[in-house]
T-cell receptor, first 111, second 114 residues
Framework: SQQGEEDPQALSIQEGENATMNCSYK?????LQWYRQNSGRGLVHLIL?????REKHSGRLRVTLDTSKKSSSLLITASRAADTASYFC???????????FGGGTRVLVKP | KAGVTQTPRYLIKTRGQQVTLSCSPI?????VSWYQQTPGQGLQFLFE???????NKGNFPGRFSGRQFSNSRSEMNVSTLELGDSALYLC?????????????FGPGTRLTVT
């Protein structure tokens, strides 16, 4: 079963615009991570935010976490065609490295 | 540093057969996790191994099994293949023992069952 639900399921924007996607989860977490996947390949880790953090930045990425609402958002600023990919949030709550992924948001950045 | 490698990259099998997939983690990483990705169910956790011991297991039938060797390399096996086992199988390695460290994913093995 999937822990998170991502919204929207798909997003189409022009190069240079910002892309925002949201992730909601059900149970308490230790950390929340965002990953990117290009065309059915492996996942690339983007950013990890801990449950006691509210916001984190990495380059053009900004992630927020609201544990009271059990939700997170990923903002990609000044998008590029190379940002075209599927983006997944993943949570961990149990011991070990088990991640529970959301359904993903497919982002298309048009040149 | 070399990334996570998975072999083979593509595989076609027939229903009823069995298959073994291999994953070599990043050097120094002792945790290896396996995930199944399908269009219908998304990304689902199969199991995690750390120091040759299975630490977590997902909700998959016993036909799915795995193991880890002393050099941290891991294999997963699926016996009596079904059409629904067609999927992208991803492995991920991590140095840490908890979810507080990022996981590095391999390119995946795409399994097609006919």
């Amino acid at each position: 079963s999937q822990q998170g639900e991502e919204d929207p399921q798909a997003l189409s924007i022009q190069e240079g615009e910002n892309a925002t996607m949201n992730c909601s989860y059900k149970t308490s977490i230790n950390n929340l991570q965002w990953y990117r996947q290009n065309s059915g390949r492996g996942l690339v880790h983007l950013i990890l935010i801990r449950s006691n953090e509210r916001e984190k930045h990495s380059g053009r990425l900004r992630v927020t976490l609201d544990t009271s609402k059990k939700s997170s958002s990923l903002l990609i600023t000044a998008s590029r065609a190379a940002d075209t990919a599927s983006y997944f949030c993943a949570t961990d709550g149990a011991a070990g490295n088990k991640l529970t992924f959301g359904g993903g948001t497919r982002v298309l950045v048009k040149p | 540093k070399a990334g996570v490698t998975q072999t083979p990259r593509y595989l076609i099998k027939t229903r009823g057969q069995q298959v073994t997939l291999s994953c070599s983690p990043i050097s120094g990483h002792r945790s290896v996790s396996w995930y199944q990705q399908t269009p219908g169910q998304g990304l689902q956790f199969l199991f995690e191994y750390f120091s040759e011991t299975q630490r977590n297991k997902g909700n998959f039938p016993g036909r799915f099994s795995g193991r880890q060797f002393s050099n941290s390399r891991s294999e997963m096996n699926v016996s009596t293949l079904e059409l629904g086992d067609s999927a992208l199988y991803l492995c991920a390695s991590s140095w840490g023992t908890s979810g507080s460290s990022e996981q590095y994913f391999g390119p995946g093995t795409r399994l097609t069952v006919t």
